[in-house]
């Protein structure tokens, strides 16, 4: 079975860090893109960053640039996001998903349980 | 960036009754990177329809996706209890924005 499953997420002061993982499982980790989604209560979805498979490019929205960073272990089938310089507007639900594809069409699919940030003091 | 603008904001309906989801795109899209998504409270996002037109594994027939250019659309044949939820379609042009979302609520 394919699965994304998030761990990581927790309560953390503003200007604080955390680190999220994503373990994948049942495909081929290293071959495929991988992304980090939020969505902070009662809204929508917003895409935050996306890592190709060798770990060698890497993209962020904007509203993380320079405070998030994210990375993969292809030996160990994991995804990372570590986040710095929190902010209270970080708040959300972290979801990791593999970004799926053929025929030159992609999509996201599977998409992880997600993972619960808080920022507050 | 790329803009999704979904409408309506909330579709009220009875089970039963069709569902039209609108996506439109401040440009041009490839249909190829086009997508739906359904989402449930407390759950993660599940796949409906990809390159704007495509079913995704295990999704029933009442569900359908056409459109392109910037107009798409996500087709809700005749609704069951188990579709009354919140639908997002998704961009892969340019970055990887979604729309912000129609909730399709019970009536």
């Known amino acids: 079975e394919v699965q994304l499953v998030e761990s990581g997420g927790g309560l953390v002061q503003p200007g604080g860090s955390l680190r999220l993982s994503c373990a994948a499982s049942?495909?081929?980790?290293?071959?495929?893109?991988m992304h980090w989604a939020r969505q902070a209560p009662g809204t929508g979805l917003v895409w935050v960053s996306r890592?190709?498979?060798?770990?060698?490019?890497?993209w962020y929205a904007d509203s993380v640039k320079g405070r998030f960073t994210i990375s993969r272990d292809n030996a160990k089938n994991t995804l990372y996001l570590q986040m710095n310089a929190l902010r209270v507007e970080d708040t959300a639900v972290y979801f990791c998903a593999r970004e799926a594809y053929a025929q030159g069409q992609r999509w996201f699919d599977p998409w992880g349980q997600g993972t619960l940030v808080t920022v507050s003091s | 960036e790329i803009v999704l603008t979904q409408s309506p904001g909330t579709l009220s309906l009875s089970p039963g009754e069709g569902a039209t989801l609108s996506c439109r795109a401040s440009q041009s899209l490839n249909i190829s990177y086009l997508a739906w998504y359904q989402q449930k409270p407390g759950q993660p996002p599940r796949l409906l329809v990809y390159?704007?037109?495509r079913r995704a594994t295990g999704i029933p027939d009442r569900f359908s996706g056409s459109g392109s250019g910037t107009d798409f659309t996500l087709t809700i044949s005749r609704l069951e209890p188990e579709d009354f939820a919140v639908y997002y379609c998704?961009?892969?042009?340019?970055?990887?924005?979604f729309g912000q979302g129609t909730k399709v609520d019970i009536k």
């Open positions: 998704q961009q892969f042009n340019n970055s990887w924005t």
């Open positions: 890592i190709d498979p060798d770990a060698s490019k890497t």
């Open positions: 049942g495909f081929a980790f290293n071959s495929y893109w």
């Open positions: 390159g704007a037109s």
